[in-house]
């Protein structure tokens, strides 16, 4: 039952996990784009399936092969860069300064900043993981239920976000644009400090 602990406890830490800086940017650059808080939960899940499936299939290799990854920091200039041209995307798109934007829903593109999110966390979590519970199987039941817990934080972080840019919110076009123009300037500065702060520093 004491081994089963960290397991349960699993979700709760993949809650949290969704929740941190780098990855509520990120959603956020991606739920604006939306008028339908649908669609935004969408973004959030499939954010969540991407981040989930890199954590587990590369912290099953890690778990099972004791395989160590030098320079982690390289994966996490990797997110920052990707958070950049996330942001410069942004702006230079001049559709999302329309009067109404027309959107094509693309999952694959939330699932796939989520793909990228995960490499940068996975080597940490494994070491966390492995220094806890010895039993590798039991390690990637971890790492599973952590991802379930993720993915079901970032489905509400991606709600709570997507809310003001729903139709029924009716907000203005200078305020959207607003919006637009500041979500995608923190974006390319987060990105920017990830970057200097792991290749730079």
């Not at 830490?13 to 959603?27: M, R, Y």
């Not at 999302?96 to 979590?125: C, E």
């Not at 489905?155 to 123009?181: E, Q, W």
């Amino acid at each position: 039952m004491e081994a089963l602990l960290p397991v349960l406890f699993a979700a709760m830490v993949g809650v949290g996990h969704a929740f941190e800086a780098d990855h509520l940017i990120a959603v956020s650059n991606i739920v604006s784009r939306r008028d339908s808080l649908l669609l935004a939960a969408r973004d959030g899940v499939y954010w969540g399936l991407g981040h989930t499936t890199t954590i587990v299939l590369l912290g099953s290799i890690i778990i099972l092969t004791n395989l160590t990854f030098a320079g982690s920091g390289y994966f996490e200039a990797f997110v920052g860069i990707m958070l950049i041209l996330m942001g410069i995307s942004r702006l230079t798109n001049k559709n999302n300064f329309a009067r109404t934007p027309v959107v094509r829903y693309q999952k694959s593109f939330a699932y796939t900043v989520g793909l990228v999110h995960g490499l940068a966390g996975s080597g940490i979590l494994v070491g966390s993981v492995m220094s806890r519970i010895s039993n590798p199987f039991l390690g990637i039941s971890y790492l599973l239920v952590f991802g379930i817990g993720s993915i079901a934080g970032m489905f509400l972080a991606a709600s709570l976000l997507g809310i003001p840019f729903t139709r029924r919110m009716k907000i203005s076009r200078n305020l959207r644009a607003g919006v637009v123009i500041l979500s995608s300037l923190i974006c390319i500065g987060y990105g920017s400090w990830m970057v200097y702060e792991h290749l730079l520093l």
